[in-house]
């Protein structure tokens, strides 16, 4: 079974150790892939951002993160960011996660959730969040250098809570 919790700071190594292998490889986040242990701390762990582990089998196998999109009169949107261990992929981690944080988003007195970044060659994900209830509202054309590809699109997917 797949437990989800808020992280606390003794979760950060291995919250580390997903956000190195997710974003070294270029193709899902905009992350920079040389980033280090500092920055994935200002970016996963700081105190205005909500910091969620997903476990299975007593091991941190993915992460998330809940936040304000924007703030003052764009605070009712929330805005989140997922990832998973890729040793654990195809495991339901990222279902369980999108699911717990629709959840958490709503019951937090947000009213959407907006990605602003969704990497259109990541067809895992999209195909995720579609499932989920999400819409791609927009797309930014070539907005994302993909380590492989090159210019590639993003989208922007929305869903009313």
């Known amino acids: 079974m797949i437990k989800i919790r808020k992280a606390r700071d003794e979760d950060f190594d291995d919250i580390w150790d997903i956000f190195h292998r997710v974003v070294k490889t270029g193709d899902t986040f905009a992350f920079d892939?040389?980033?280090?242990?500092?920055?994935?701390?200002?970016?996963?762990?700081?105190?205005?951002?909500?910091?969620?582990?997903?476990?299975?089998?007593?091991?941190?196998?993915?992460?998330?993160?809940?936040?304000?999109?924007?703030?003052g009169l764009g605070a009712h949107v929330a805005n989140a960011a997922y990832m998973v261990h890729p040793d654990?992929?195809?495991?339901?981690?990222?279902?369980?996660?999108?699911?717990?944080?629709?959840?958490?988003?709503?019951?937090?007195?947000?009213?959407?959730?907006?990605?602003n970044f969704v990497v259109s060659t990541n067809l895992v994900a999209v195909e995720l969040w579609l499932k989920l209830g999400f819409r791609i509202v927009g797309i930014v054309p070539k907005a994302f250098n993909h380590k492989k590809l090159g210019m590639?699109?993003?989208?922007?997917?929305?869903?009313?809570?």
């Open 33 to 71: 892939p040389a980033s280090n242990r500092k920055d994935c701390r200002a970016l996963w762990m700081s105190p205005n951002i909500r910091t969620y582990i997903a476990e299975l089998q007593c091991k941190i196998l993915g992460t998330y993160i809940l936040r304000k999109n924007q703030p």
């Open 88 to 115: 654990a992929r195809r495991k339901g981690i990222g279902w369980a996660m999108g699911m717990r944080s629709v959840k958490q988003a709503k019951k937090l007195g947000f009213s959407a959730i907006q990605f």
């Open 152 to 161: 590639v699109d993003v989208y922007i997917m929305h869903k009313f809570l």
